[in-house]
């Protein structure tokens, strides 16, 4: 079971689809697929990248400064550019040796074996890589809902003080809950667009709201606008690679492309474009609030304003409707290890053939469709069940934030950093280590090696950070 495989159902025929498990991992998932254009990855690309990442930019640039931020935005965005060419690589090299491989054991070779981030580590690094990538992608993916769920319950306060964060947090479970059951990656398309669509057309407003700000006010006045500010970066590199979010879809983005030739260009392009996104958004909010800025930048719009409202309500519903998508590949990953714990349930303990749950030997038809109806139910309540508690944990985790923007930096610096810096080099040197030119190694070593000293470095200050908020009754 990997993680990213239901990615690669967007845009299909299919009208039902199965979870990828153990089971039927081995099975061709492109039967009746539709293969994206190079339009349709870009837009791909993009949208797993803008979240709630984003919008604490004018928050990370407060800590980092306009000059070192942006140098360091840009620096970042071209060495995630790098690494996730060097995955693709990687995995288009493992692809043909596998093949060949097959080809002289006479097996059949499935192309859809190699396909996400997992299967790569799988490749590379045995059990273990699979579940080192597995673990970093289910820390980061329930960051992306416990920080989804803490901007909600914040903006929900802000505007309606009678009740406290968490309480708005617990009542957004509502909703949440029902929609998080949904199992089919195409029942959930209608909510991904409109959330697209609020997230864009919120972050122009509050651009507007910024500018407006700035032509009313004297310029600077009494803003403290810092350039460099060395000692607080780490919480800006943090957050910088909790915004470049989409690592894990890369895989299977490309995977799924009619022409692979062009993933490259496509994947520039929209870094590219999230890059500026995120340098225009963050430096523009920064800019017009300075020092007063707030690690959600809707905290610095009046909420007794009707745009105020609006803004943040459009935000609410984006984040809301994103929430679900964030936290499919691990209810996904989840279903996975259920279906392996069922399949070692189907006899009963007694070890008596006629208590078999599933009796292979019997010529009942109408026996073996009722106990696979009884399995298929099981199955649902169990993975209802799970889905549910992990919601409700990613709830608790989130009304415990003392600190909205070290959270986003802890969660981009402890399971971002080692994704998109640190890993793929080390894949790279794995696959290539016979044929790698002395410098490729040192350029790779030199990458890996900054990515585990900036990971250090940004979840300690993150978690130093977070304690001291909490000592300070934030």
Not at 260 to 272: C, D, G, I, P
Not at 305 to 315: A, R
Request: charged share 15%.
């Amino acid at each position: 079971m990997v993680l990213y495989k239901a990615a690669y159902y967007e845009g299909t025929d299919v009208e039902e689809k199965e979870p990828i498990t153990k089971h039927n991992a081995e099975e061709p998932i492109n039967k009746g697929e539709a293969k994206s254009t190079d339009f349709q990855a870009l837009v791909n690309i993009i949208k797993a990248n803008i979240g709630s990442g984003i919008l604490t930019m004018p928050f990370a640039y407060k800590n980092g400064g306009v000059i070192l931020g942006t140098i360091a935005l840009v620096t970042v965005a071209l060495i995630t550019m790098h690494c996730i060419t060097l995955l693709v690589k990687c995995k288009k090299k493992l692809v043909r040796d596998l093949k060949a491989r097959k080809r002289e054991q006479g097996e059949d070779f499935d192309e859809n074996e190699i396909v996400t981030y997992g299967d790569v580590g799988k490749e590379t690094m045995g059990k273990f890589g699979t579940a080192f990538i597995s673990t970093l992608l289910v820390f980061t993916q329930t960051g992306f809902c416990c920080a989804y769920l803490n901007f909600i319950g914040g903006n929900m306060h802000e505007m309606v003080p009678a009740l406290r964060e968490w309480h708005y947090i617990i009542i957004s479970l509502v909703v949440l809950i029902p929609i998080c059951l949904i199992r089919n990656l195409k029942h959930l398309s209608l909510l991904s667009i409109i959330s697209e669509i609020l997230m864009l057309a919120g972050m122009g407003i509050v651009i507007y709201f910024d500018i407006f700000t700035l032509s009313t006010t004297s310029f600077p006045g009494d803003r403290r606008i810092s350039t460099f500010d060395f000692k607080n970066f780490p919480v800006f590199f943090g957050i910088c690679i909790f915004g470049f979010e989409g690592i894990g879809l890369a895989l299977p983005v490309e995977s799924n492309m009619k022409n692979k030739k062009h993933f490259k260009a496509v994947l520039y392009t929209a870094e590219s474009l999230v890059g500026i996104m995120m340098g225009v958004f963050g430096l523009f909010g920064y800019i017009a609030f300075a020092h007063n800025v707030q690690s959600m930048i809707t905290l610095n719009i009046p909420s007794g304003s009707s745009l105020g409202i609006v803004i943040k309500v459009g935000f609410i519903i984006a984040l809301a409707f994103t929430y679900p998508m964030q936290l499919f590949p691990v209810s996904e990953l989840f279903d996975g290890y259920l279906d392996v714990v069922i399949e070692k349930f189907k006899r009963k303990p007694s070890g008596d053939e006629s208590q078999f749950l599933f009796n292979p030997t019997t010529n009942s038809l109408e026996v073996q469709t009722k106990t696979s109806r009884k399995a298929t139910l099981l199955r649902w309540i169990a993975g209802s069940v799970m889905r549910a508690v992990v919601i409700i944990l990613t709830a608790v985790l989130a009304a415990s934030i003392p600190d909205f923007g070290s959270f986003l930096s802890l969660i981009g610096g402890l399971g971002g950093t080692l994704l998109a810096f640190v890993l793929p080099c080390i894949i790279h040197i794995i696959v290539y280590r016979k044929e790698m030119h002395w410098y490729v190694f040192a350029k790779d070593i030199s990458i890996a090696t900054f990515g585990i000293l900036a990971s250090a470095i940004t979840t300690w200050t993150a978690i130093d950070n977070m304690i001291k908020g909490r000592k300070g009754g934030h």
